[in-house]
């Protein structure tokens, strides 16, 4: 029995009313959800979460995820009861230009959110990575003390609706979680039966529960509709949560049945009250079945509001004591107590650009297989470090040699030993859940995850790579077998025009090395700027370029774009830009054209956002304005190039999906040769004079 | 009993063989599963489907979609043993430049290939489509013949390993398909334990039959492994698929025990045998373990071949009797009989430019509103346009009012009334899964569909777009919302980069109608294409425009981008170049621009492609060369438009996420005004003269 008493109930109420008058006076928004589950986001946030209102990033805190994204009154009202920093005007600024409460919760943006969502199933799905985060996390801090005694021990909740559970998304990382046993993760399903089209009859009629349990999950139902009267049993729904607190082994999911917008009088159980303001009389109805004036508006009793903010004061308690037990563990623990408080700054180690391996200059080698290596020599001194491949890791080379498999130990396989706190992660066929996952953990605060599939399955996952951008969170993709290089597996598997649509997204850095020592300054480079990112290394095998010998530049890769060769005159006629494995065809035509008494500069370009960051007159320096011949070339779709290249230049690029075959004979077929790019210049050179 | 004989078995052992012998001779490719399944392959090619190796585009035949698309031998030595065109030189060609056997099967390419498959997952949502297509085909042209007489019915057999079954794509699907009780799908999950990083415990440890069964589908094991020997009982096999058959009222998963290359000597039951050739020493151990010749390679006896292949003259008896039963339906259905010629034709009727309506000059109506207008007037004259929307419906305009929802009629909700050949889909929040059945829909070939969602989640479905794309199916992505004019639902719903994103895809059409009468046309010009299009469509009202007055031309969408207003002078000084929404901000700039004396013409490019299709002397006459005064205006990225504006031109575009509040307030906010525009155009005058 939580015991609750008449202010808890009244706050209910008051939060279920708020939640009408925030929508009502913006004019739109979605009051349904928000009203009929502030019992349980009011339970979640007064008396189950373990969380300090001033602190909203305090390293003990429990997560919570709103899933159901658009239902962000749920979460805005309890930050406003709860004390953690909105007041009544935001809420009454809801959905407005400027405001701390946003249509749907942003990341960044309002203290106490944890998580930009909106797109159904992404939250479930990072919540899962938020809990795998959580246990690598305190793998690296406090391995050995006992479950539940470790100040690292904490709890992820989620509140997701019937939507969530449609998409995709949230399969794939349900089913990891099982597989992954991770019992510090409770989800509370929304079960109303009602989506944006009504009634889920037409569209969603499987167990939902039966599925988590194929999955391996706990379940539970709550029942607040019964056969009669509804009722809101929060008594019911805390004993559930504390069933699935004991449940250490396995996620958890409380089906809670409910009534949407109940107790709303004429459009509780509707889709009318999914997505659009109630109306005043509706409202006005709402609030006399509440016990409440229905003539105000943002009406909340002083005593209601000390009620709800004592929450600060039972806060200091828990958190001394909890403060008590990190002061303990820092004085046991003082090597791990100065990797916490790095980890926690975010600062990486000093000396990885000794640590890094360099490439012999005249060998080959794959940049995938360079990335591996870069990655192996990281795993030491970066043990916030870590990833995996959605079952591709022996392509993606995303594994460190020698590190254990995160994974329960008995679920280890010949080929993967696993450990709970290891480091490999094996995400299965699920691009989409990879992503998701790797913005939890990234969210979750103190590790930098990573993670690997082909080039061309971003398309499946771009939904979370967009949530990494939006939010800015430092996940690193590696997408490898990055062009038609692929070869014999054919169109399907050849990504095209990736590289552009990749380009495209705000907030994504697309970094495409040249050659192995590019990749190593990349890795860097990326870890260091601690954003999204993408590493786009080919499948076959690159020369390494001479560094600093032979004309050749060092490996600028921060500044996304440099100088690799200069022109012999010193005064290029024609500027060759290339990114990848494309650099060695510009190499290349460079030695014909200057040998025809071209000067011909090469411009290696590995990562185009990097290089609009820098100035003017870097950018000057690299892509003279007076030098109107160039060519880019780029085995994908031109669409990136014309801005670069301008009126004169010209793109050697690929306009159409690639072929079934081994990849020597599509570069060739397809017109990725030194020849065709040297003639690319001689038509620039001639319409850059015309 | 389906009583094999000897030569079947041998038949069964040189698929094997041809498996393993095609891998090993270009040196690369997936033998492993091609060499376990053999078995059940030629079960389905041989003794259960129905099929005509001599047509392979037959109306009555049963579908076979192999979604473990990798395993493209599987379905290459049955299309070789069968005699649909494939010949021992085609298997030699495996994987080669030009040859008939890509490294994944491609529709359009091979004879008897129904479908594109490789991305894991897609094929078996496709799949779903193809059921749901044939119902709503039977429907159309059939309805009233009991189930299993009508030459309409069929079966679509679908293989999928398991990581078809990892992506949440086929959780989508597979869901749908129960709600939808599709009794003519029968899956076969190969349960070989074994994905690409080896044993499946790392990763996939759920109950799969658990969560079909959740999902409502009829569950079945054949187990080939057992606790002692292993055991190709095709009999039990051959009986499950029967007992699939005789359930039709649910789709059919059918979990088949197998160990991975069987009978390898040294490889089976390892991932060693997945995706790399099995060496020649293991060829030859797997051949002496088949009863065959371990020194020949390519080797099918002749008696073999000529049972195999006399698999024509069994289908010749089938289909005489189904031609005579469609005989008697054309007989007795006349008007049908004539349907059926034009959809089979996939021809439109004529006349549709009068159907569509018209729209007002002066007043106002945003894209997604007139889109469903315009559907609702094809909706007669073409039965084979039908559709839906995941969970948007209402936001997508994408109902034919009237026309009852495809779905079991006990599925029927308060808000849709369905039966099982209604027209209305409901996909539930499953973006990526409508994709894929939209897909089989179109690929089953009569029909013709289309789904919407929300622009922002084109990137959830990206996947499935892409192999619209990559097969150039005709399906209608109906994409609303289109722009920061979504509002106050902020960031995570507003598309910014997706207009790029999706140009970048070759193959794929995007359109954004400036006004409805735009978007008639450019629903007319779609369909008569019959390419994978994506119609992008604003939420918010946008004005029409008046069309052959004060100076507007009529609406030239077919072909691309064409000059709405001409300058005053008939000589343009600069040319506006806007689409969708935007182009009212260059009419509005343009009114400004001519009152202080700049010849102005205004473009309206609805589709880039389309205009790109066009000979060089219309392009010349819309964008003139020597007109280096140019603006592009779009609420979008940049990035597509530098090649339209060249190096004097300016872009009035958005490179950074939206925000939460009301249109208006964005695109004021973010610079979409006439007087930014116009600003532009001075600008790019300025650099034009300079």
Redesign the interface.
Known sequence: EVGWTDLDLRAVATAKALAADAVEK?G??HPGTAISLAPAAYLLYQNIMRHDPSDDRWLGRDRFVLSA??SSLTQYVQLFLGGFGLELSDLEAL?????LT???P?YGHTKGVEI??????TGLASAVGMAMGARRERGLLDPETPHGESPFDHHVFVVSG???L???????AS??A??QELGNLILIWDDNRI?????????????????Y????WHTQTVDWVGDGEYREDVDALAAAIQAAKDVTDQPSIIRLRTIIAWPSPTKQGS?DSHGSKLGAEEVAGLKTALGLDPEKSFDVSPEVLAHTRALGERAKVERAAWEERLAAWRAANPERSALLDRLVAHELPAGLDEVVPTFEAGTSIATRAASGKVLNSLAGPVPELWGG?A?????NNTTMSGEP?F?PAH??????A?TEYGRTL????????MGAILNGIALHGLTRPYGGTFF??S??M??AV??S??QGVGVTYVWTHDSIGV???????QP??HL????????LSVVRPADATETAAAWLAILRRDAPAGLVLTRQNLPVFPRGEQGFAGADVDRGAYVLLEASSGTPDVVLVGTGSEVQLAVAARETLEAEGIATRVVSAPCLEWFEEQDAAYRESVLPADVRARVAVEAG????W??YV??AGRIVSL???G????AA??FR?FGFTPEHVAQAARESLAAAAG
């Open positions: 913006v739109n928004g994204g658009h959905r407005t230009w400027g405001s946003p249509g749907h942003e930009t969502t909106g797109p159904l199933g019937d939507g969530c449609q998409e995709g998304i949230s399969s794939e089913s990891l099982g597989t989506t944006i089209e009504g009634d889920t009859s037409i569209s969603f009629t499987e167990d939902v529960l039966g599925r349990e194929a999955y391996g889709h491949s079952d591709l890791a022996g392509s498999s994974l679920r280890s396989s010949h080929e993967f696993g094996h995400f299965g066929v699920r691009e989409h859940g061309v399955f398309d499946f771009r939904g967009r949530l951008a939006v070869g014999e597996d054919g169109p399907t598997h095209v025009e552009a649509a990749l380009r495209a997204m705000p907030g779709v031109a669409m990136p014309y801005r301008g009126d306009e159409h999906f072929a079934s075959a081994d004979t599509l077929e």
